[in-house]
Structures are given as structure tokens and as C-alpha cells.
């Protein structure tokens, strides 16, 4: 189906029927429409906030569909001229008209008072984004904007001539899983000499980024873009100091067990070093995992687990797939990586990856799968706004959905596969959690040196990479190809701190693990009754209502480790 032709959730109230979204006038009148309402009771706020709510999730969804096409065919200059263009007229025109509308709603909460309790969320993410609006900030934002696609097209243009054929940079992933060690070594260098040929390129588009982000924080008041970000992401409840803690908490817990996962892999491959293409091998020399042949099989089998898990989860997924929302195989002229997106008038989800064949695409199907879920638990909550959670909450949610979808994946695999896919995922939520500190404490670098060259950001890049757990790896020689891995992790460039939320999300998703252990009918109702939550609530009161805790110091790390290394014990 056109995504344009999906049916809207609810009959438009204030948008007209054919309006254009894409139209800049359009987009305008319907917004100074809005600013000029008199507000003069609570009942006509509540009205102003739903008829807001209207707009918003209109245009949001004209823009996730120009978005969603662009990742799709970022070869085809049609579809990414028409992405280009809105992003350079719509949002620039409309930000200082919601920054009027955001002062409108704070001097009529003022006179009308609402419910407190009900608004409080609400209340507080207004008046920050009040605080950090500046007009001279808003074509600077558009050029990020616009440098984060050039980065898109860039990395989707990446390809390799490799054993007789043109193949993408997550094709040619699978070959990473092949036992043949001269195979994986060629394939492996390969991709890292396609991805330098635009080195010199990726690090302009950043440091074009680094400036302009750097430029809007001082705008804003602020003595580092650090600050600024964490308040534009609304981090209420944690700040940069408990991101270093939980470097440091990581660096002391889980580093000593991805060594020691390592170390056996390397016992058993009989080798005297890991290089960087034995990683994700069978280290007992078994074939790579192979779920599905192509897309259709991946969706029917996960289709299957969801109807296992939740009779709600397998009919929505069934309809996503209906109603033609998912796109899910690689090809050439794609965007890298994977998304959820929900159309917000609609509310229905849409999912991308790029799916080639491998265990790692049945994880990433159930990841997303959970953020869809979780578009779909709120869907009728009126406010647009609260349909959309804290990262640090919608991360649980797909991660929590790898996690639970895991005990059906016989949909995919006999009992020794079942079994090692299973260890494989708990070796890969170690390495993850490694990661995502090894991300995170260099973008905190990063911005608190914002005079930094080149050359000092590559070492402090492999500083933090040994730190993390690269130690573990053999390196000798590739010490170039090393030094830029970072450039392939697209939150630093699209969106920067953006990343913590992982490490966070996934010692929730554990919890969630822990607790469907002990009592699964209750652990996934409470797990559904958070997502119904969307982002009405602080994210410390959605973790209660999934049954687990916001916390991520040592005393909650510790026990959740020592879960996950018994149970890999068993698996391995």
C-alpha cells in the first residue's frame, strides 16, 4: 500500500481532508490558525491541545513517509529531492510558530488550570523546549538536518564487488559468519577498504556537524553542546555524571566478562589471537544460522512466534504486514541499519532493516517489532506527544521483545541451533552493553573538547575502544581501519548522545527477562501495561509499571551479570 493512502486512525477535526502537508502554505495557515485562537476556559484548552495534536501528527506523518522513502531508494534523486525540500522549507518555518503556540499554552495553563497529574509531563517538556528555542539556532538546525541525509545517501551508496557480484555493506555481513577464515579475512577487509574510500568524506560531514551543534549550544546559553543535548532529549531523570558511572560500572562488570567470552572463543577456534573477522563465527566451526531464505519467510516465521507469545501481537502484526509496513531486505541504494517509524495520524508503525539471511535478522525483526508494539499499546491516546515514550522506556520495549521472542524461535531452528542462537544473543547483549558505553564515553569526549583535531579524536577513539574491550581483539596492521570504526555507528552523526539509551534500556529488558522467568504471564502483562503508558508518565514510573527499575549502578548490574553469565554457562 502508498503509505499516503493509509487511513487515517481518527476523521480529521481541524486539518482539512485534502490538505498538503508538504506545502509550506498550507503548513503555515493551519499553524498562524491555531496562534490566533482565543483561548477562554479549560475545556477550550483541552480543545486547542487535540486540535494541536492534530496538526502535529499530520505533518509528522508527511514527513516520516518523504523520510521513509528517502532510506528506501536513496539513489533515486526524485524521492530525495522531495525529502530535501521539505526539510529545508517545513520545519524551519514552523519552529518559531510552535515556539509562539508553546508560550500560548503556558499563559492559558496559567489562567485554566488543568489536571496536574495528567499534564505534568506535558507541562515540564514545553517549558523546556521554551527555554532552549532560539530563532537564530533554526537554519543551523536545518543544516544538520540536511548533512545527517548527505550521510544517509553516503553510507546507502557503499558497495563491494565480491565473489562475482556488486553486493551491500550488510550482504556482505553474512560472509563474517562463513567458517572459511580466508573467506571472512577477504570479505572482512573488503568492506573496510570501501568504507575508507569515504573516510576523508564521512569525517567533513561530521566535523561540519561538530561546529554547526557546538554553534547552537552557545546560542542557546549553554557552555557545551553536552548540556544542551541532554535537556533537547529531556533527560529529567539522569544526567551526563551517571553516564560515567555507568562507564565505569561496565568498564569494571561487564569488560572482565566479554574477555573471558573472548577468551574461550579463542580456545576453541585454536587460535593464538582473535582477529576482527573471527568474531562472529561459530567458534566450534558449525555453519552459519540460516533462519529464513528471503523476507517472506522471515515474516511468516515471526508471525508465528507472535501469535505464540500474545494473540494481540500476532494479529498486529499480521495487519503491519497487510498493509504493506514492513521492508525488510537489503538491496543496493537502501539506507544502512534498521527503524521503526510510526506514522503518527494513522498510528500505525512502519519497520525497515535490511535483512540477508542471518541470525542477527531475526533479532532485529523482534527489536523493531517492539517498538511497534509499543505505537500500537498507546495509539489511542489523543495527545501526540504522549504517544511517543523516553527512548530510555522505548528501548525496553524492543529489547525486552528480543528477549522473550527468544524462547519461540523454533519457528526458526531445531533444538542445537534453538540453543545456540540463544547463547549467541547473550553474548551479543554483553558486547552491546561494552559498546554502548564505548560510544557514549566518546561522544563525551568529543563535546567536552570541542577544540579537538582529527588526529587527537582518532586517539582518543582507540583509547576508549582498548578501554571497552577492543584489548580482546588483534589489531596489528589495521590499526587505520581501527581508528574510524566509529564512523559507522550513525547516532554519533544523526543523533549525537543518543546511544546511552541501549546500555540503559537493555538492563530493563533483562529485568523484563528475569521476571518472565519467574512468572511470565504476569511479567508480559506488566510489560504491556507499560508500553500502554506511551510517554504519560516520568520514565521512572513507566519502568515501575513494567514491573522493573530505572537504575543502572552496580547493585542492579551486578545480579543481572551474574543471571546472564549462568545462563550463558548453560547455553555454551
Known sequence: MDLAQLPVYQKRVFVPENADLTDLNTVVGLYEKLELQQIAS??????????????DAALSQAGSILYIRMTCHTDDPQIAGAYTKFVETIP?????????????????????????????????????????????????????DLLSQEYQAL????????????????????????????????????????RLKDKDKVEEIFESMFELRNTIARNAGFSNFTD??????HRFDYGP??????????????????????????????????????????????????????????????????????????????????????????RKGKAPGGYQNTLSEARKPFIFMNAVGIDDDVRTLLHESGHAFHAL???????????????EFCEVASMAMELIGG???????????????NREHLEGIIQTLAWVANIDAFQHWLYEHPLHTAAERCQAWGGFYEQFGGKFIDWSSLEGTR??????????????????????????????????????????????????????????????????????????????????TQEWEKLA
Open 92 to 144: 524551519p518555518a514552523i519552529k518559531p510558530i510552535n515556539d509562539r503556540l508553546n508560550h500560548q499554552y503556558v499563559r492559558a495553563r496559567e489562567l485554566f488550570p488543568l489536571d496536574a497529574k495528567r499534564y505534568q509531563v506535558y507541562d515540564r517538556a514545553i517549558k523546556t523546549d521554551i527555554e532552549l528555542f532560539f530563532d537564530k539556532n533554526v537554519p543551523l538546525q536545518t543544516k544538520v
Open 241 to 330: 555524571k551517571d553516564c560515567k558511572k555507568y562507564h565505569e560500572t561496565v568498564e569494571k562488570l561487564i569488560v572482565p566478562l566479554n574477555g573471558k567470552i573472548l577468551k574461550k572463543r579463542r580456545e576453541q577456534m585454536k587460535l593464538k589471537s582473535l582477529r576482527p573477522w573471527d568474531t562472529a563465527v561459530d567458534a566450534l566451526g558449525a555453519k552459519p544460522l540460516a533462519p529464513f531464505k528471503n523476507a517472506q519467510g522471515l515474516i511468516k516465521a515471526t508471525s508465528s512466534i507472535f501469535n505464540k507469545l500474545d494473540r494481540d501481537f500476532g494479529l498486529q502484526f499480521k495487519e503491519m504486514d497487510d498493509l504493506g509496513l514492513l521492508d525488510l531486505s537489503s
Open 42 to 55: 479549560a475545556q477550550e484548552l483541552e480543545n486547542w491541545l487535540m486540535q494541536r495534536s492534530e496538526v
Open 155 to 194: 553510507c546507502g551508496a557503499m558497495t563491494v564487488h565480491f565473489e562475482g557480484k556488486e553486493q551491500t555493506l550488510p550482504q556482505m555481513g553474512k560472509y563474517l559468519l562463513e567458517t572459511d577464515r580466508s573467506l571472512r579475512e577477504r570479505a572482512w577487509r573488503a568492506s573496510a577498504e570501501r
Open 228 to 233: 544542551y543535548q541532554f535537556k533537547d532529549y
Open 483 to 564: 581508528d574510524y570504526l566509529w564512523h559507522r555507528q550513525l547516532h554519533i552523526f544523526e543523533v549525537p548522545f543518543y546511544y546511552i539509551e541501549y546500555g540503559i534500556a537493555q538492563l530493563g529488558a533483562l529485568q523484563v527477562w528475569l521476571n518472565a522467568r519467574r512468572d511470565p504471564k504476569k511479567a508480559l502483562a506488566d510489560y504491556k501495561h507499560g508500553l500502554s503508558l506511551g510517554g504519560s508518565k516520568p520514565v521512572k514510573e513507566l519502568y515501575q509499571a513494567a514491573g522493573i527499575s530505572f537504575d543502572f549502578s552496580e547493585s542492579i548490574i551486578l545480579p543481572l551479570i551474574e543471571a546472564v
Open 377 to 391: 499499546a498507546c495509539a489511542d491516546e489523543p495527545i501526540v506527544d504522549y504517544r511517543h515514550a523516553p527512548m
Open 407 to 421: 524462547d519461540y524461535l523454533s519457528e526458526f531452528y531445531d533444538p542445537k541451533d534453538l540453543q545456540r542462537s
